[in-house]
T-cell receptor, first 111, second 113 residues
């Protein structure tokens, strides 16, 4: 049972570079999310999707973009990376309200 | 504006004793509360939840209490075990805010053997 799979697990970027964090789930969940976790802070919602073709902004969307072309995949695009985007990123999915299933996280450092 | 607050960054308890983790919220519209547990280098995993129409929910060693008038909930772990050592996040949502969980900052629990 793969659940929610995130790649890469670690990445170092230079300021101004771009990259995509990949997220895939095999549970046929309609809802998918991207959160970031900074030290001493809770998880902040970046973007979410309630189904293929539908995405919406969360609390901290600036500097990120998402797409949802399939039920399984929900990639997060970072454009023009900045040091403030150094964080641990978690992708999650859920069948409905409440219980989210999280991936293992992707640790990103922007230097 | 932190709608969900966990004011204790860390908690240390002896194995076999009770662990009590606290959470306060400001938005009275929240109608569902959850606790997640997170080990290092892993994603959070769901632990237990409670609806706003209840004041207690129990699952084995874990019990969550909700005090709506005080906008406060707590997670009790009895008895605490070394394997419970982790970060615990409180989270909440309400229907008008969609299916978007708002998380607290987390509390690090250390259970000493």
């Amino acid at each position: 049972n793969a659940g929610v799979t995130q790649t890469p697990k670690f990445r170092i970027l230079k300021i101004g570079q771009s990259m995509t964090l990949q997220c895939a789930q095999d549970m046929n969940h309609n809802y998918m999310y991207w959160y970031r976790q900074d030290p001493g802070m809770g998880l902040k919602l970046i973007y979410y999707s309630v189904g293929a073709g539908i995405t919406d902004k969360g609390e901290v969307p600036n500097g990120y973009n998402v797409s949802r072309s399939t039920t399984e995949d929900f990639p997060l695009r970072l454009e023009l990376a900045a040091p403030s985007q150094t964080s641990v990123y978690f992708c999650a999915s859920s069948p409905g309200p409440g219980e989210l299933f999280f991936g293992e996280g992707s640790r990103l450092t922007v230097l | 504006d932190q709608q969900v607050k966990q004011n204790s960054p860390s908690l240390s308890v002896q194995e076999g004793r009770i662990s009590i983790l606290n959470c306060d919220y400001t938005n009275s519209m929240f109608d569902y509360f959850l606790w997640y547990k997170k080990y290092p280098a892993e994603g959070p995993t769901f632990l237990i939840s409670i609806s706003s129409i209840k004041d207690k929910n129990e699952d084995g060693r874990f019990t969550v209490f909700l005090n709506k008038s005080a906008k406060h909930l707590s997670l009790h772990i009895v008895p605490s075990q070394p394997g419970d050592s982790a970060v615990y996040f409180c989270a909440a949502y309400h229907a008008e805010y969609g299916n978007k969980l708002v998380f607290g900052a987390g509390t690090i629990l250390r259970v000493k053997s």
